[in-house]
């Protein structure tokens, strides 16, 4: 039982393998049939000996079809090599083939003549002709496909076509083919043909003999024409001129506005845009405005087709009509673009219309959101084509988005100072999931950011700001996780923009490190030569001394010296990028000297690379600064050329050095001297952005100072304002008591005069003499009191006239004056040095009231003072003292 089963599985397995090797031999038949016999192989076979011509002309005359067809493509480069023996021997047969062939063998004649009319291979004058005659028999081909191949050969003919020929070989025919008794395809090129001469000739001849057949087409019982011919129009008026289109054309356009086929009023609705700036303003208020209208509210109801041409031309047309439309006309044109801009989006059960012409629609209304920005005014753009705008780029289409992407820079700079209305949908194309939409974006997204960033500076203050940054960054991220790198190193090239747009901080911080990553881990060259790129754009412009330094020390550590050498070779890469972008100057000080230390390089790839950039490191130097150099680059060659084992490295070194010795003699002077008028600059740029950053550097440290001096200026005002208020207590208290001691003095000295006799009356008169010598003795006091403040004095002086006791009112005069004039100067000045030189006074002035005071009680009148006021005086003189502390 187990036997029979494998040998029926055997059988089985043997019968499978036979099917197997009749498919091999079904699938081997045609090939063995295919191949040709002996007397095919005869009739294919060509005689070596023949030229290009004879060739030709043997397989034009006997050859098989396909071979007709490869001589017949290849008419245009026989022409170029002998166009005479061409013309004469070859023509004529590719004529006779011509005749009954069939439409493979059509077409390739027609583009033949086309290209060798394009190119301008012959000579227009002499052969021409020829090719005309050939052009015009077949123009009437029964097949359509062939007929239009032939037409489009007529048309470019006609441009090298002289006027008499066009004359007399093309309108003639023109004439007896535009009459309803051809057939629909000869009057339908015959309106393409009048539209092509139109241009050839002169005004007169063209409303004379052209425009009269011309308003017969578009009287054609066939749509088809009639559109055509309406198309035509705009050629026909501007060959007739500004005056005619009023009363020629311009009524014949206005009747096909009117026609009962859409694709007619189309035609003729696009006419009379293209045609706007040669109308005059009257006609545009009268005519072409009310028809605008009517053309807007009847579009609803009219095919998608129509619509969508009509949205195409949208812009153009508000654009044109600007000057003549009421607020309420503009207004409805702004209505209905805002419709186009949602259409097939707004559908039953809100779903969206998956529609082609849908689409198209909007697209078109993306293309003409910058003539529309125009006609409604930036300043209007937020209330009346902002919400249409967002909807566009955040529309479910790719497409659509992708058009709005590509328009957005336009939009910004029309914006202006507004355009910090659109940073959301800046953010949303950023961010979108589509590569297509970012790659569109890219295309001008340096124009868009110097836009978006134009307010310097003070954006960084903006919330908007990090969010920008953040999204750019992401973008980059995700072009680099996708395998369309092609856009990774479009996106870096437009991110080198960034240099001029961006703090150098910021740069430092959020971008070099991300390219450097880019530089060292990216496996797709292109990607990192143009990360290189980016990378010594963003080290240029730098301002810092400080991040210079530590981005080239991160070159040379993680590069130049790097363990893996692709990363060595990237250097060289770097090193390329740099002598384009630095001056000599700077590329001799940072670059040379480690890229020509790779000549110990273990890796052969690395040393080959470095041998082929020799020269241009040798161009950098100039002679006799760079000797030095120069030698230790020669020390290089020569190691190369001497140690050298590997044979490709050697075969570069040696190529090389015939270049170095033919580097300064095969370069011309003009050039050389273009190359260093642009170092001269270059250098000089990198100068004046080191001047930047001393200066900024020079503002940075004054208003830290000033900041600093505003700081100790406030704590100093708040410790004179409270030593200031502990005096005004201590020196009213002195006063106080002053007073007291002062009244007991009075009390005392009353008593005594009432004991003493007669005759001490003239001692007591001659007391009021003795204070003014007194108070004289304080000239010095007085002169710098009156040099600060003259009321200030007055006040004194005044006080100590009225007083009648002399001592005491010299001592409160001055103690009070100057206490009072220490607080108001303390409210009138805010300047330190002017405060010192006040207390220094205040100080000087109270030391003589004391000196005064002394001399007061050790003089002649210390006698005749009563014991009290001996014991007043001197605790007086303390507290002043205590109160100057």
């Not at 052969?127 to 028999?137: A, D, F, G, W």
Request: charged content about 25%; hydrophobic content about 40%.
């Amino acid at each position: 039982m187990f036997s029979s089963r494998m040998s029926v599985n055997q059988s089985s397995l043997l019968y499978g393998q036979l099917e197997d090797l009749q498919e091999l031999a079904f699938i081997e038949r045609p090939i063995r049939r295919s191949l040709k016999t002996a007397e095919e192989i005869d009739q294919l076979t060509v005689d070596e000996d023949l030229n290009d011509i004879e060739r030709a002309v043997y397989l034009l005359s006997v050859g098989q079809e396909v071979q007709r067809a490869s001589v017949i493509s290849n008419l245009p480069s026989l022409v170029r090599q002998n166009p005479a023996e061409t013309f004469r021997r070859v023509v004529p047969k590719v004529r006779e083939v011509l005749n009954g062939s069939g439409a493979e063998i059509q077409l390739a004649a027609a583009a033949s003549f086309l290209t060798i009319l394009q190119d301008d291979i012959i000579l227009i004058h002499t052969h021409t002709y020829s090719i005309l005659k050939t052009v015009l028999l077949h123009l009437n081909h029964r097949d359509t496909v062939v007929s239009n191949a032939w037409l489009e050969t007529l048309l470019s003919a006609i441009n090298a076509l002289p006027k008499e020929t066009i004359k007399q070989e093309v309108l003639n025919p023109l004439l007896y083919q535009s009459q309803l008794s051809h057939s629909l395809q000869a009057r339908l090129a015959s309106c393409r043909i009048l539209g092509k001469v139109s241009c050839k000739f002169d005004s007169h001849i063209v409303k004379k003999e052209l425009l009269p057949l011309a308003r017969s087409l578009c009287q054609d019982v066939e749509f088809e024409v009639r559109a055509c011919m309406c198309r035509q129009l705009e050629s026909i008026a501007r060959a007739t001129g500004v005056d005619d289109i009023r009363t020629e054309l311009l009524p014949e356009l206005v009747e096909l506005a009117g026609d009962e086929e859409g694709s007619v009023r189309l035609a003729a609705f696009d006419t009379i845009i293209n045609l706007m700036e040669m109308i005059d303003s009257d006609d545009r208020l009268h005519v072409v405005v009310p028809l605008v209208m009517s053309v807007c509210d009847t579009s609803s109801q009219a095919d998608e087709a129509v619509v969508a041409s009509l949205s195409f031309q949208f812009g153009k047309l508000c654009s044109g009509l600007a000057g003549s439309l009421s607020d309420e006309q503009r207004g409805r044109l702004l209505q209905r673009f805002k419709v186009l801009c949602v259409t097939g989006l707004q559908t039953e059960g809100n779903q969206t219309d998956i529609n082609n012409e849908s689409k198209l629609i909007r697209c078109n209304c993306c293309y003409n959101l910058p003539a529309m920005v125009m006609f409604a005014d930036s300043a209007h753009f937020l209330s009346e084509l902002y919400p249409s705008f967002s909807s566009l780029c955040c529309d479910p289409e790719v497409s659509v988005r992708r058009s709005a992407a590509a328009s957005f820079h336009q939009v910004v700079k029309l914006l202006g100072s507004n355009v910090q209305v659109v940073h959301k949908e800046l953010l949303v194309l950023l961010q979108d999931d589509a590569l297509e939409v970012l790659d569109a974006l890219m295309n001008h997204l340096e124009e868009t950011l110097e836009a978006v960033l134009s307010r310097g500076e003070n954006l960084t203050l903006d919330n908007k700001f990090p969010e920008l940054l953040s999204a750019l960054l992401l973008a980059e991220q995700k072009v680099g996780c996708s395998l369309r790198w092609r856009l990774h190193e479009k996106l870096l090239q437009r991110y080198s923009c960034l240099a001029r747009l961006l703090p150098g901080e910021l740069l430092h911080q959020s971008f070099s490190p991300r390219i450097f990553i880019i530089l060292t881990t990216n496996k797709v060259l292109p990607v990192q030569k143009e990360g290189a790129r980016t990378f010594c754009i963003f080290l240029r412009y730098n301002r810092k001394q400080e991040q210079r330094q530590e981005m080239m020390e991160r070159l040379i550590q993680d590069l130049a010296q790097g363990r893996s050498y692709w990363n060595r070779l990237r250097f060289l890469d770097v090193c390329e990028m740099a002598s384009e972008i630095f001056s000599r100057k700077y590329f001799n000080k940072h670059f040379l000297i480690p890229a020509l230390e790779l000549v110990h390089d273990p890796v052969a790839n690395v040393r080959y690379k470095l041998c082929q950039l020799l020269p241009r490191l040798r161009s950098s130097l100039r002679l006799p600064a760079d000797k030095q150099l120069l030698q230790q680059l020669d020390f290089c060659v020569q190691k190369l050329l001497c140690r050298e084992k590997d044979k490709d490295v050697v075969a570069t070194i040696r190529k090389t050095v015939l270049e170095l010795d033919k580097l300064d003699l095969t370069e011309p002077f003009h050039k050389r001297q273009e190359r260093d008028l642009l170092d001269q600059k270059k250098e000089k740029e990198e100068t004046l952005l080191l001047e930047m950053e001393q200066l900024e550097r020079q503002q940075s440290e004054g208003k830290l100072n000033s900041e600093k001096h505003a700081e100790r200026k406030r704590r100093e005002s708040k410790t004179s304002l409270s030593a200031t208020k502990s005096m005004s207590m201590s020196s009213s208290g002195a006063a106080l008591s002053a007073g007291k001691e002062m009244r007991k003095a009075k009390l005392s000295r009353s008593r005594s005069l009432s004991s003493q006799p007669t005759t001490s009356k003239p001692t007591n008169s001659d007391r009021p003499v003795k204070v003014k010598e007194l108070s004289g003795t304080s000239g010095p006091g007085k002169s710098m009191l009156q040099s600060k403040d003259d009321s200030l004095r007055t006040v004194h002086f005044t006080m100590a006239t009225q007083s009648t006791s002399s001592m005491p009112v010299l001592i409160r005069s001055n103690t009070t004056s100057l206490l009072d004039r220490a607080s108001t100067l303390d409210h009138r000045t805010s300047s330190m040095d002017h405060r010192k030189q006040e207390v220094e006074f205040f100080q000087c002035t109270i030391r003589t009231g004391v000196k005064m005071m002394s001399s007061y009680l050790h003089g002649p009148l210390a006698n005749q003072q009563s014991g009290s006021t001996f014991r007043t005086l001197p605790r007086m003189q303390q507290e002043i003292i205590s109160a100057l502390q």
